[in-house]
């Protein structure tokens, strides 16, 4: 991992710029999946299962003994692990609920916003090597505390047409009301428009390859929300002489083996700090074993040493990481200056491990520089905020002739009789 | 405005169907126009002011001499009355600030969620025949209670060069930092790229043409956010034999008179009240100085009579109206069967001109089916959300075997070392 001494602020943005993925041909790629699963529906995603991962499926929903022969397959102290996220994840979440509240704005002019679930929900969950079921906690759990009636579920399987039992109990334990063996860009496309099987969702999340990201964008354009706009994952740690390097170093590596283009960035006043960390991350990147991941990740990544505390959050800032851990005692005090971040993790011992599986907090979170306007998944994903209002009499007798005087401002003539013909009927003209 | 009376359940999809707007060569166009604005600039934005608006631009930004002058010529009952509009907006979206709820999942784990501000954010006015002042009410004042330090505001001038005085003068009002004399997808381009004289924002909000909605389609694509994909307005009225003919028709036909491809649906369970109301509308349009624009848009929609409140209900829930009128003394009662619907106005004197303008609600809501998946704009559409966590050593001891055994059966082993360096430091091993 390379140092980077006192950086001239003119630099940080090159520094804090993600990179891009060439995308053209993969846009046309996809558009043309999608179009054939609108068209032909379940045929064509057997036609895409058999054609990318060399499965010919017999049924694409998971069957009731499947789950059953999962539910078996899972070691007891994973369940109980997985049970104890569980619960973290809901108390947190749970907290996000919100009671609408009533807002007199003026004598008969009353205001609430109420949040209602959306009705059908659609959670991607990718295959190949890791079986991401704590993703399926961060999804399922919020979607099952708004109230999401039908809460879909697409994954691939390996080439046995498995899927991995510990996926399927977690989807079942946290009430995911039907799981599909299908993945890719194809099942994007299923979850968007439905098919004979797979029902049609009004929003689809979840992480993916660069297929499935791509297939979300252009649904988006459809109309179809998705959680958010999706890149590589990322953490920025922020460390002064109060930080464990041993620690530091674990927390940079378990984000640098989630893939090549990961990215972790030490952000430092102390020139010792820097050289203590990135000595002790190449000592325990050697025992990894996903390594040749990793070290490409941390080659891809660097360490900048800036000369005050208020440089390092100003950096941090700008870079917007989706995850900042501030690893140090006195944790606290940066609190204030933070602007962009997806989650933070303050002090020594809130490693980011922690957010990615039982804290509570949500793993979902705005990676590539979104931060700086994108919130992380929560309740609030799952829910719309539906405003409403009750204008009596008193109300309108009190706002109309504002409303007129502006809806004839605007030139919006029946805008304003709509006020005029109530406020003749209220007084009798 | 044609009666359907009792249509069958399987013909209710294609009743809630909106048109679609053909956009192959929109595309195109758009894409050039905001390639050329991130190379060339304050050169592209005067070019294409010059082009499409016939303006030739001295200075992009509106003075402060610009703005005095505004202020002196609007009237002084209009400013009361934007004034008061203003303070309701204030009150309602200043009730939804949330605190910081620090919430213990587990002994030793700490987690909450803190609002902050998006940074920078750029609002889009729409020039043309109306001058849009209410929607700077609707889109400012929640970005200035939100703590957002750069609100930029793009709108076009008149043939002269001139922006309406009200624009201006709200704009000053509720914060707004710079105004600039930029309309079409060359503003979106300006403040989703920056140029010498317009800031890059990270969020862009407003309504526009079809060029001004591609464009912020495309820029998001590009990772700049937006308030909600767009459609023409709409509204949906549930009557009953309550409610009040003439207000009702007053209702619809100031939804009509937004634009030909507006819609305006009337759902009843009675066809005499259908009748009575279709009745009134025909009179009072023919009155509208807009009314070849609402005449059109009544064309294009239509009413509904149903067998019971409940299928009332049901059929609004599948149309998702972006505005939902109970005209009903009871509509109360309707209230928990709402599912989708962007703002909902209550009873016979809560109309949608009120909610346009001053009872304190947004006005900037889900259209075209979107109230499904998407809320209006709210002060949340100006914050992220950023999550904290604490874990002490406690915490540690009490989730760290879990998360060990998760991070494990993951396959990400330095997600699981990043615990066991800390258990072992905790357990002096």
Redesign the interface.
Known sequence: MKIIKRPLPETWSSLCKRATINENSLQETVASILKEVKQNKDTALKKYTQLFDGVALDAIEVSEEELKEAESLVAS??K???Q??K???E??HT??KETA?K?T??NG?T?W??S?A??KVGLYIPGG??????TILMLGIPAKIAGCKEIVLCTPTNKEGKINP?ILYTASLVGVTKIFKVGGAQAIGAMAYGTETIPQV??ILGPGNQYVTKAK?LV??Q???IDM?AGPSEVLVIADETS?P??VA??L??Q???GADSQAVLVTTSNEVAENIVTELNQ?LDK???KEL?KKAIENSFAVVLSSKEACIDFSNSYAPEHLIIASEQ?YKY?DG??????????N??????????????HTL?T?????????V?L?SF???????????E??EN?G???E???E??????????????LK?IRNV
Chains 1, 2 share one sequence.
């Not at 933070?338 to 002090?347: E, K, P, Q, R, T």
């Not at 590539?368 to 992380?376: F, I, L, V």
């Open positions: 102290e994973l109980s692990a997985i104890l996220a619960k973290n994840i108390t947190f907290s996000q509240k807002v704005t003026t002019v205001c916003r109420k209602v959306i009705e090597s890791a079986p991401l079921f704590s510990a009004y929003k964008e988006q354009q109309g179809v929300a706009p464990n041993e620690f674990a927390d590596l378990s640098a083996e989630h325990q990894l074993p996903r990793a944790a609190i933070i602007i962009n971040a997806g989650s933070v993790f303050l002090g011992y809130s490693c980011e491990s922690a957010g990615d599986y039982a804290s509570g907090t949500n705005p590539n520089g979104y931060a700086k306007s994108y919130s992380g929560s609030d829910v719309k905020k539906i405003t409403f209002q009750e204008v009596t009499q109300g309108i706002i002739e504002a409303i005087l502006m809806a401002a605007e030139g919006l003539q029946a805008h304003k009789n709509a006020i005029t013909v109530r009927e």
